[in-house]
Every structure is written in structure tokens, then in C-alpha cells.
């Protein structure tokens, strides 16, 4: 007889398997129903509340149900056209972690979108404070980066050399809530998970991630609880950061040059080369910057491409599906005539 179901959490993907931990910490490596591939082409992701049930002698457990998510964090399929590859589930905040050496506007623009898109708490977190060039150095990227990320975003500096500086990180991770980490390799993520709880727990620069294309095995880590706070996962397989759905993370990423959109002349302007584009004019005034205006576009642009392959590849399946139904009227066989001897 099966065992009754089990829930737990998805808490690491151990190469394509999920990793499931029980309420009385146990972990078990599960594998997926086929129904739940097969039928619902379902699979769970890391964060994912799950129902298990565990085979007599079975080595691994079997994912037989997954629960709605609350939220998802959604790129697109860096292998496929037009289909959508969910990262992690059911979280309440994403940090977007970036060197506050060299940081990169463009890259957190687009990393700003995804996490707003995900409708979390969203913090951004410009690590190695101790090798910026000078304080006002970092006073002047802290800036800029304030003025990308917005008033609600909270933009905070660490530094492993200065163990303290994770406090105001930890304060924002309320117990019972989880965080996705989200950045480059090589940005200090683990190193930033390490210092919040306190132990080594991640192995600091030994993450590589596959380059998005072959059949990698992406190494991924595991979601770990921060002492006394809440709790925090390292996202792998971030490289390439397709944009999927995106109107409302644009929306919320460029709130200024939405603003501005408001007093074009035409609603559905496209700044490019209407009369009376008040986001071309904030341009030409120097009001707003060109490469916040491009890179604007840029997103806009890609986001509408990902909506056009999907538009295109839902019609096909509906021209599939039509076409075998006549198909099969047509090809169905003549009704048969008893025979008269
Ligand atoms: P991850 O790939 O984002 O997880 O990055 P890691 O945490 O593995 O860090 C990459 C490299 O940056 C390692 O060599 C770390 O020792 C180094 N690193 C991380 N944080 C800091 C920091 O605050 N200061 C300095 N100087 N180096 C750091
Ligand atoms: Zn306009």
C-alpha cells in the first residue's frame, strides 16, 4: 500500500532532481510523477511547496502534486524561442547584488525589470565596498544607483571585510520569508550568504554556471536559513537574463519615463518618432538620460519580440490542432455499409 502524501519544499535542484525538505528536516531527492510531466507538464522549481509520496523500497521520493505559487521568477528559456523558464517560487524578496566597484546600469536595469516584474520586496546590494577607489567614489555610484532603483528599493553596501555590514541585510529578511539572490558569478553572492549566517556554508567562487546554450548541469544552491532571520537562496542559471513577460517590471523599472509617456501627444507613442513625444524631449533637454532612454527601448523592444514568438507559436498550435480535427473528419473512413448478399 502507498504511503500516506508527505509536503515539503523544494530546496535545491541536485542535478535536475528535486531536493525536498520535510518540517522535521529531513531531505529527500525526488523525481516527478509522470503525470505531473507527462499530463500537466509540470515540473517543480526551487521554493516549490510539494506533495510526496515515498515508494517501499524506493530511493527517492516522487513529486506527486505542486501547490499554486504566490509568486514566480520567470526568464525566458535561454534555449527555446518562446517558452518561459521558472527559477524560483514562492518568495517575498529579491536581492539584485552587484560589485559597487564596477557596477553596471544596463545589467541592473534589466535585472531591476525581472525582479519588479515579480511583483516581490525588491533590494539592491553593491557588494565589495572595502575595493571601491575612494568613498566618494562609492557616494557617487550609491547615487546613481539610488535614482535607478527608485524611492520603495533599498539600496545597501557590504563588504566582507566588514562583517557589520550585513546587519542591515539581515534586518530585511523577515523570519518565515524567503529571498532570492540574484547576480552575475563572481559578485559576492555567496560570499554575502556566508557572512549573513555566519558559517561557510557556501563555497565561495566555486559556482560556474553552464553557458546557457549546450546541456549544462547547472550546480545550484540550496535555500538556507539565516539565523534569527528569514530565509535566503543563491539563484543559479541567472547568466542569461531573457526578458519574458516584462510590461509590468518595465513599468515599475522606469517609472520616471513612464511618468513622462503620460504627456505624449499620442497614447500609444513609441518615442521614436512622433510629434509631441515628451520622453524625446526630456532626452533633448538632458532631463533624462540617453542610455536610460535606449536601454529603455531596448527592453521595451525585446519584451514586445518575446510577445510577438509567443503570440505566433500559440497561433500555430491552434492551426495544429484545427488542422488534425479536419484531418481526422476527413480521413475518417466512409461510414461502412453492411453488405447485401
Ligand atoms: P558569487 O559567484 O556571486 O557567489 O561570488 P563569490 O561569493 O563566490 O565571490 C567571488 C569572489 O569575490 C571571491 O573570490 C570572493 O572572495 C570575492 N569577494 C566577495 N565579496 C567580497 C568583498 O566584500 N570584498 C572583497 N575584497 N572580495 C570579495
Ligand atoms: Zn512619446
Known amino acids: 500500500m502507498a504511503d ?22 529531513e531531505r529527500l531527492r525526488c523525481e516527478h ?30 513529486i506527486e502534486a505542486i501547490a499554486p505559487r504566490s509568486r514566480e521568477f520567470v526568464r525566458k528559456d535561454p534555449t527555446e524561442r518562446a517558452v518561459p523558464q521558472v527559477l524560483a517560487a514562492n518568495f517575498q524578496r529579491v536581492i539584485v547584488a552587484q560589485p559597487v566597484g564596477e557596477v553596471n546600469l544596463r545589467r541592473l536595469e534589466r535585472e531591476l525589470v525581472l525582479a519588479f516584474e515579480t511583483g516581490a520586496e525588491v533590494t539592491v546590494v553593491l557588494t565589495k565596498a572595502d575595493l571601491a577607489a575612494s568613498e566618494a567614489d562609492t557616494e ?30 539581515r534586518r530585511l529578511l523577515a523570519p518565515g520569508t524567503t529571498t532570492v539572490l540574484i547576480g552575475r558569478s563572481g559578485v559576492g553572492k555567496s560570499s554575502l550568504v556566508n557572512m549573513l549566517v555566519g558559517a561557510e556554508v557556501l563555497d565561495v567562487g566555486a559556482v560556474r554556471e553552464g553557458d546557457g546554450k549546450g546541456r549544462h548541469t547547472t550546480v545550484s544552491r540550496e535555500i538556507v536559513e539565516v539565523p534569527g532571520a528569514g530565509r535566503i537562496v543563491d539563484m543559479p542559471g541567472v547568466r542569461g537574463l ?13 517609472s520616471d519615463i ?15 518618432a512622433e510629434p509631441g513625444c515628451a520622453v524625446r ?6 532631463a533624462l538620460p540617453r542610455a536610460r532612454y535606449d536601454s529603455y527601448q531596448a527592453l521595451r523592444q525585446e519584451a514586445g519580440v ?20 479536419r484531418q481526422r473528419k476527413g480521413a475518417s473512413p466512409p461510414p ?5 448478399s
Open 336 to 340: 461502412r455499409r453492411k453488405r447485401r
Open 281 to 286: 524631449a526630456a532626452v533633448e533637454l538632458g
Open 140 to 169: 557617487s555610484v550609491v547615487q546613481a544607483v539610488r535614482a535607478l532603483a527608485g524611492p520603495d528599493t533599498p539600496v545597501l553596501l557590504v563588504s566582507e571585510a566588514d562583517p557589520s555590514s550585513v546587519e542591515a541585510v
Open 33 to 62: 510523477a509522470t503525470a505531473l510531466v507527462k499530463g500537466h507538464d509540470q515540473r517543480a522549481v526551487i521554493g516549490d511547496v510539494v506533495s510526496v509520496s515515498v515508494p517501499d523500497a524506493h530511493d527517492k521520493g516522487v
Open 4 to 25: 500516506a502524501l508527505r509536503t515539503g519544499e523544494v530546496v535545491k535542484l541536485d542535478r535536475g532532481y528535486p531536493l525536498v525538505r520535510f518540517p522535521d528536516g
Open 258 to 272: 513612464e511618468e513622462l509617456a503620460a504627456s505624449c501627444r499620442f497614447r500609444d507613442c513609441t518615442h521614436e
Open 306 to 325: 518575446v510577445k510577438e514568438r509567443r503570440e505566433q507559436a500559440r497561433r500555430l498550435a491552434r492551426e495544429k490542432v484545427s488542422d488534425t480535427k
Open 242 to 254: 531573457g526578458l519574458w513577460d516584462a510590461d509590468a517590471g518595465i513599468e515599475a523599472a522606469f
